[in-house]
């Protein structure tokens, strides 16, 4: 079920995506850097510089170097990073696992989609986006008025397009041969304006003095976009960014606990106690999608991640 008929212009874009994976692909195959590949900021603290690509299906980068923090967020020891950055073959625990937050909710689902029973969390079709939903977030958001049938669509593993390809005032797509036409894009939440779009709120320098608005737009950091923190998110000053606790990992303290918890709960006979360490954390799947209020579909407390600071080599500091 499509939102609505492609037109000439969806195609035309849809085909400059597939053609962008294929020649990031080409680059990958030829060896190129990690610089290369993936997205051009860091998954976790939004600085660039030196970035190392996740090889799974989330498409995003991340710091391994000694100048940020973010490895601690990775659960990642010096040497792992090493390691990781000499062999560049790096695989992110959400990919490992398959298991990976809604970009609306956030909460963490299970992505396996060999195993479509359990399966929670869905990505959008768009080669070159790989954010994943629950159906009901992204039912709600798109049609609030029929979101039954287009949740059910979703959940039978149906392709989709996330609300990450449309303007969310005019509803039209980009046009990268149109400058005012061009996408900005939130890094926190499915909030996508064109340039033209923009509210005034949403400014590429900041105000002069203490209290003075934050930059919240960043033109050249994403390739043919601006990258922008949208109103909803509130700019903290130290860090030029929003707070730096959005991604969530399958082995987080929080995680883990309820792991014990549901591996006690199905296997009272500790019969597969031997594999707890080994196996990846199981599905949340007493949950109810994203709108329950058991503990496992809320963010782990922010105590449990490190926040990273500025680094010195990343558009942050330009």
């Known amino acids: 079920m499509a939102r609505k008929k492609a037109t000439v212009e969806q195609l035309r874009t849809l085909n400059k995506v597939r053609e962008f994976k294929r020649r990031r692909n ?4 030829a060896g190129a850097g990690p610089g290369n590949k993936g997205e051009n900021v860091c998954a976790i603290c939004d600085d660039g510089g030196n970035l190392t690509c996740c090889e799974g299906c989330c498409q995003r980068s991340f710091h391994l170097d000694n100048e940020h923090n973010c490895i601690k967020t990775l659960g990642l020891t010096i040497q792992e990073a090493k390691n990781i950055i000499e062999k560049e073959d790096f695989i ?4 490992q696992y398959k298991q990976h937050q809604c970009f609306i909710c956030g909460s963490l689902g299970s992505s396996d989609d060999t195993d479509t029973s359990s399966q929670q969390v869905f990505q ?3 080669d070159d986006c790989a954010r994943f939903y629950h159906p009901k977030c992204v039912a709600q958001m798109l049609y609030p008025d029929s979101q039954e049938l287009f949740e059910l669509h979703v959940a039978a593993g149906e392709s989709f397009t996330c609300p990450m390809h449309e303007c969310i005032v005019c509803k039209e797509v980009d046009n990268k041969k149109d400058k005012s036409m061009q996408f900005a894009v939130c890094r ?3 909030t996508v304006y064109h340039r033209k779009c923009l509210p005034r709120d949403i400014i590429f320098k900041p105000k002069k003095g203490r209290r003075g608005p934050m930059r919240r737009a960043w033109k ?3 390739p043919d976009r601006i990258l922008i923190f949208c109103m909803k998110h509130e700019i ?3 860090l030029q960014t929003p707070a730096r606790n959005h991604i969530v990992f399958p082995e987080s303290n929080v995680l883990k606990t309820f792991q014990a918890l549901y ?3 199905e296997a009272p006979d500790h019969s597969s106690s031997k594999q707890t360490h080994s196996s990846p954390p199981p599905a949340a ?3 109810n999608q994203c709108y329950c209020s058991s503990p496992l579909c809320s963010f782990a407390p922010s105590s449990v991640f490190m926040r990273p600071h500025p680094g010195s080599s990343g558009w942050l500091d330009d």
């Not at 080409?26 to 195959?29: D, F, G, S």
């Open 263 to 265: 591996a006690q709960r």
């Open 188 to 190: 926190r939440c499915p």
């Open 26 to 29: 080409m680059h990958k195959a």
């Open 220 to 222: 050249n950091m994403l």
């Open 92 to 95: 992110c625990k959400n990919c």
């Open 236 to 238: 903290v000053r130290e």
């Open 124 to 126: 959008c079709e768009h």
């Open 285 to 287: 799947r007493d949950q």
